[in-house]
């Protein structure tokens, strides 16, 4: 000992000849690691609060530290204390009994739900566990305890430490712990008995009792009372009076047919099972006095029904299965699929060629023939199914991974204009998603896509995202996703052949708030839209001259010379001015509109002009690429306005830069003079060069700004190249968008305010993730089994409220009080029983253990129903039925201070936790004795 | 302070890898407010009375130090034409800080910022940051918007107001570093209160089961 605490042994630990030894190290380094956490000295603590042990932190520090070659690690545990309160209070006597042993007899935090078992059955709020280190066999021989507790006993007394320290022996599960605690004269042994089975004369209370008194052997008589507390717990696993409500939800039936598209749109939700596996009562008797109550092996006084206090907990199901979670979580697991479209569907790349084929011929034929069928007499249905039928051609049904009535019935959900007669002029609503359907477009959730940059929920792309999640879960995963991908390409080039406008997105440019396949999708209507307004100019031109001029189109406009120009592409008039060398009021002449863009092509040309650089030529170059525009307006104002000037145009396109001045004339007179502004003035400027080069060229005569065709062409061939895994990508912000709002409904309807607070901040998290082009699919995982988690626990409310029969009671205090009992079930590790089993709680509870009892007990009569004549004659015994099974466990607390071990001793604490289970009787002891007078 | 996507988004527009973070800035208003002139009095400390009117969209860059962190502003300046508008509005989106300017010698370019600021609001990032300047603030003779009422119209749309001048050189730096100032208190701010790898973490157990311990209690 006295080599090992000479401060060189750390130094020179390797080559230390002394004659230390193995054990004599140990001892060292327990007691070096109680100086470490500072447990030297008084350890008395203020009184412990009610309930302290449950409410408090409790917090722990660990070390390893070896015997030999053998780890243990040591472990200190505490309750969190108020520092501030601890530095205020007074110095404690020198010899005051440490704070463990008045734990033992402290009454206030008895039972606690939530504790190290230690704590439970010593009631102790602080204490070092030294235990066997991970991979460390267990210390079974009673020598080698001996020899760990002794090392235990010399550190304590060395250090002064009046802190218990515990070791662990026996294997681990058994949870065996023998200890020490010592203090000034005296020391408290914990000692602790585990057996298998429950001898049958300790089963009750007396024969407890006995063995207390007999080990306490405390000379006086008579004997200090002693105090009991009884606790009894009874499990309920039995729900079948109620079972579970959730049906799993029946996809088949809802595809077969008839059900109409709208029950797409909604999300699967809840457990598929019970979330809510056992219901625990803990029927306790607090404080009791021998003689009180009688429990011997005859009789017992204990009915947990006169228990003064009730309290539950409730014990959920490990993972449930949910169904939104689930699916979300199936969806999501497609973005780790490398196949392409073409890869999952096998084969059909090479039909694909024949088709090509197919449709050049038949795309040729369209060409020849001007204008071929008119819009108004095909029906959308027709379309959806001539564009099906082209691949179905090629494909065996059999081997499509959607049935027929599966896809048809998809796609008439996602395409609900194809149900719509062509005489109502579906065309015309195409745009205006969901026209009818009374969406709120102001409300918070329907924004909510601006968040998540998803898609609004009224959308073709939130619907379809809805679709694929859906097919991907119920209809044959990864192929059925591609399958459905592809008969949506499809129809989109369907749509963009026959100039049909997809249904259910907003009309205009692409909304770039939105995810960049719902853009793309908005890119190719704003095509379609102006393909049509092409071909309908066309149609609608008046007579043969505007005829004519289109076929000269392209060519330059004829050169009008002296020859006084016609004016074309007139708007309208500007109304207020009129042109500056002559009297002709100015015309606002109709332009073409600038292109739209998806942001990607957004990103490539701010790439592409950033590409250029600061300097003067770099700007330069810059606003002539993008002078297109200016040019266009500037042609299109020319032919509107014969004769015009630069000031004119100006004038309208920028009226800051034409500075009106009053001035006198000659005369005297006052005018108003106009100029360009100095700006305008500039030699060579883009403005000045643009006009001279505009020529006189209305809109629809100018090259286009926006070609259509190619643009279309771009997003069709994007869409096509679209891997299962890009469209989960893609369209995850809106399934979780609908995984979100589903849960806001369901938490609405069960008023949860846990779920409301995570659904904001799953909001919140997810709309800053979902930001960034290539979200982190760690942290979107993560989301999602945050969602799975608020599912779980609406699904418990909910299972928890049917079980409670919430809704059905009327309403009243009675009710109020039943309410927040089963919300706190969830929050809260074990809620107490108001009113016990008097109150109404109590009452719910007794009459589901009287159920569970029933059943329980006249189910195999019931399956005999064969041999009703015996089931006759069992039947009088329902009648003495308990109306609770026999308790699941039993604990048993017996504490008193008595003088030990001589009668002039000290008075000192004496405890002895009991645990009574099926399969397991424990007893753990702490006997103190004074130290000095024995 | 800031995320290092936003270093990661930067490198890929600029060949410039020499910074920490990029921050892209757009500078908006009416027409011939005085855009261009701003943004060359800070970017190259230059004047000249008149700038050819910017068509479509233009920008300069220029590195500012903060905290030890080089910060590359990317400063794109628009066209204020009302034609302009759809193109212009497409760049909001990205654009992590706003001056959205006015003239004051001129009534309807005031008149037009509650438009701008709806603008902003309806096509920018939710928490993108916005300052109200009033430009030309050297022309005391010619002015008709009062410094009270630019500063009672930035209290009521919440952005920081300054007036400034390009020519006289007048609170222009100011302007762009109070602008970097908020964006980084934005920042932090943001990644203090909710990043999302810590609130997952923190707010995950409150759902979870309770932290039961192993050795709860052995009765039930």
């Not at chain 2, 964006?183 to 790898?197: F, G, H, N, V």
Request: glycine fraction near 6%; proline fraction near 6%.
């Amino acid at each position: 000992m006295a080599a090992d605490s000479d401060p060189e042994s750390e130094v020179f630990e390797i080559t230390d000849f002394t004659t230390a030894s193995e054990w004599e190290r140990f001892v060292t380094r327990v007691e070096e690691v109680l100086n470490d956490w500072k447990l030297i000295g008084n350890s008395a603590g203020r009184p412990l609060e009610k309930g302290e042990y449950s409410n408090g932190t409790w917090e722990e520090k660990t070390q390893e530290i070896n015997f030999a070659d053998f780890k243990f690690s040591i472990t200190h545990h505490f309750l969190k204390q108020d520092s501030a309160e601890n530095d205020g209070r007074e110095e404690p006597e020198e010899d005051a009994v440490p704070g463990a042993m008045q734990d033992l007899l402290c009454m206030n935090n008895d039972f606690p739900p939530r504790a190290h078992c230690l704590v439970r059955w010593y009631g102790v709020r602080e204490f070092v566990v030294i235990s066997p280190g991970a991979n460390c066999e267990a210390v079974i021989s009673e020598s080698k305890c001996n020899l760990l507790l002794s090392s235990v006993s010399i550190s304590l007394a060395n250090t002064g430490c009046q802190v218990p320290v515990f070791v662990q022996i026996q294997q681990k599960w058994r949870r065996m712990y023998a200890g020490e605690c010592q203090g000034p004269g005296v020391r408290t042994d914990f000692e602790m008995v585990h057996l298998r089975k429950v001898p049958s004369q300790y089963n009750h209370l007396s024969g407890l009792l006995d063995i207390f008194k007999s080990k306490i052997g405390c000379p006086l008589t008579p004997l200090p009372p002693i105090n009991i507390a009884i606790r009894f717990t009874y499990v309920l696993q039995d729900w079948q009076q109620c079972s579970w409500p959730q049906q799993p939800p029946d996809f088949d039936a809802l595809l077969a047919g008839e059900v109409g598209g709208v029950e797409f749109g909604k999300l699967p939700f809840g457990a598929c099972e019970d979330p809510i596996s056992e219901l625990h009562l803990a029927t306790t008797w607090p404080q009791l006095t021998e003689g009180i109550v009688v429990d011997n092996d005859v009789y017992s006084d204990l009915d947990p029904l006169q228990a003064p206090h009730w309290s539950v907990r409730v014990r959920k199901a490990d993972n449930p299965q949910c169904l939104l979670g689930d699916f979300l979580m199936e969806f999501f697991k497609l973005c780790c699929r490398k196949e392409s479209t073409e890869d999952i569907l096998g084969r059909n790349s090479l039909e694909e060629e024949g088709k090509e084929n197919s449709d050049i011929s038949h795309a040729l034929s369209k060409l020849t023939e001007p204008s071929t069928v008119p819009m108004s007499r095909l029906s959308v249905s027709n379309m959806v199914h001539s564009a099906r039928k082209r691949i179905r051609r090629h494909r065996r049904v059999e081997e499509s991974p959607l049935s027929n009535d599966v896809l048809n019935s998809i796609l008439l959900y996602l395409f609900p204009d194809a149900t719509e007669r062509p005489s109502e002029g579906s065309d015309s609503k195409a745009t205006q998603s969901n026209a009818e359907s009374k969406v709120d477009k102001e409300s918070e959730d329907y924004k909510l896509y601006n968040q998540l940059k998803s898609a609004p929920s009224d959308s073709l792309t939130y619907r379809l995202s809805l679709c694929l999640c859906m097919v991907n879960f119920y209809h044959g995963g990864v192929r059925g996703v591609a399958h459905l991908w592809q008969e949506f390409v499809l129809e989109m080039r369907y749509r963009w052949e026959n100039n049909h406008l997809v249904y259910g997105l907003a009309s205009g440019p692409p909304d770039l708030r939105c995810c960049l396949l719902h853009q793309k999708l908005q890119m190719l209507n704003c095509c379609i839209e102006r393909k049509r307004s092409r071909d309908e100019g066309r149609k609608g031109g008046t007579g043969t001259e505007t005829g004519r001029e289109r076929r000269v189109s392209g060519r330059a406009p004829p050169d009008g010379g002296k020859a006084k120009l016609k004016p074309e592409g007139r708007l309208h008039p500007h109304g207020k001015l009129t042109l500056l060398n002559s009297s002709e009021p100015l015309y606002i002449p109709v332009t073409q509109e600038p292109a739209p863009m998806t942001e990607d092509l957004l990103e490539e040309q701010s790439e592409v002009l950033a590409k250029l650089g600061t300097s003067a030529e770099g700007a330069h170059l810059r606003a002539r690429m993008q002078s297109a525009c200016l040019l266009s307006d500037m042609e299109s104002f020319k032919a509107a306005n014969p004769g015009c000037s630069l000031e004119d145009f100006v004038r309208w396109y920028s009226p800051r830069d034409y500075v009106e001045e009053e001035a006198a004339d000659e005369n005297g007179e006052t005018v108003v003079r106009g100029d360009l502004s100095a700006r305008m003035k500039i030699p060579g400027n883009m403005w000045v060069e643009a006009w001279e080069t505009a020529k006189a060229t209305p809109a629809r005569r100018q090259r286009r700004l926006f070609d259509d065709t190619k643009e279309a062409e771009k997003v069709l061939h994007y869409l096509a190249v679209q891997k299962p895994a890009d469209l989960t990508q893609h369209l995850l912000p809106c399934v979780l968008q609908a995984a979100i709002l589903k849960m806001k409904d369901e938490e609405s309807s069960e008023d949860i305010p846990s779920v409301r607070r995570a659904i904001q901040q799953v909001i919140s998290h997810s709309s800053k993730l979902l930001r960034h082009p290539n979200p982190d699919n760690k942290k979107l995982e993560d989301v999602i089994n945050q969602v799975m988690e608020m599912e779980a626990v609406v699904a418990r409310a909910r299972s928890l409220k049917a079980k409670f029969g919430l809704g059905k009671v009327e309403r009243g205090d009675d009710a109020e009080n039943l309410e927040r009992f089963v919300s706190s079930l969830q929050e809260e590790p074990e809620v107490m029983v108001i009113g016990a089993g008097r109150g109404p709680a109590g009452s719910i509870i007794h009459k589901l253990f009287v159920n569970a009892q029933r059943v329980a007990l006249l189910s195999p009569m019931e399956e005999d129903s064969g041999r009703a004549g015996v089931a006759e004659e069992r039947r009088p015994g329902v009648g003495g039925l308990p109306d609770f099974p026999p308790p699941a466990g039993r604990e048993i607390l017996l504490r008193t201070c008595v003088p030990r071990p001589a009668p002039y001793s000290k008075a000192l604490p004496q405890r002895l936790f009991c645990v009574l289970m099926r399969e397991d009787f424990r007893l753990a002891g702490a006997f103190s004795s004074d130290t000095s007078f024995f | 302070m800031a995320s290092a996507t936003d270093a990661r988004h930067g490198q890929k527009e600029s060949s410039d890898q020499n910074f920490d973070y990029m921050f892209k800035i757009l500078i908006i208003g009416n027409s011939s407010v005085g855009k261009t002139s701003f943004l060359f009095r800070y970017a190259d400390d230059s004047f000249t009375p008149a700038f050819v009117s910017t068509v479509g969209i233009d920008f300069k860059v220029k590195t500012i130090y903060r905290n030890d962190k080089r910060i590359k502003l990317q400063i794109w300046d628009t066209a204020g034409q009302e034609r302009y508008r759809t193109i212009t509005t497409a760049y909001y989106r990205g654009a992590m800080g706003f001056i959205l300017m006015y003239d004051i010698t001129n009534e309807e370019s005031f008149n037009a910022v509650q438009d701008w600021s709806t603008q902003i609001k309806t096509y920018s990032w939710d928490n993108a940051q916005v300052l109200l300047v009033g430009n030309k603030c050297d022309m005391e003779d010619e002015r008709v918007v009062a410094g009270e009422r630019g500063r009672q119209l930035s209290e009521h749309l919440g952005f920081e107001y300054f007036e400034a001048s390009a020519k006289d050189n007048i609170n222009v730096k100011q302007t762009f570093e109070r602008l970097v100032d908020i964006i980084c208190e934005k920042m932090s701010e943001s990644l203090d209160a909710a990043d999302p790898a810590v609130t997952g973490a923190k707010q995950g157990p409150q759902l979870t089961e309770q932290p039961a311990a192993p050795h709860q209690d052995c009765a039930c």
